[in-house]
């Protein structure tokens, strides 16, 4: 879920604008190195979003997590809530906490 801190549609469409046009610009670097390709398909990415948001609409959520695949950010996973408005839910925050464990290693011990 993205959590945008404002009131209105004219703000979200603003920030979505830049977000559209910092990924046009990440895309270009990415393109001209391969290093930065490498790293950007090893990053990994959690999307999670309502289908009932009526803030930012769902359709947008996958968008967002399409475009981040379209440029080059391979390792995305985006999760959908049936229910879930623009708020989060224990079940959203469980599958969060599980994601961050795994891909930080928190669940390994280092002996």
């Known amino acids: 879920m993205w959590y ?34 490498q790293k950007a398909s090893s990053i990994p990415l959690l999307l999670c979003h309502g289908k009932a948001d009526d803030v930012v609409l769902y ?9 981040l695949k379209a440029n080059g950010f391979s390792n995305v996973l985006f999760k959908s809530y049936n229910s879930l408005g623009h708020y989060t839910v224990p079940e959203e ?11 930080l290693e928190l669940g390994t011990s280092s002996s």
């Open 4 to 37: 945008m801190f404002c009131g209105s549609w004219g703000v979200f469409a603003d920030v979505f604008h830049a977000f559209c046009c910092y990924l046009r610009t990440l895309k270009n670097r990415i393109q001209s190195s391969p290093e930065a390709a």
């Open 59 to 67: 359709k947008h959520g996958e968008r967002s997590a399409d475009a």
């Open 93 to 103: 925050m469980e599958e969060v906490c599980k994601w961050l464990t795994a891909n």
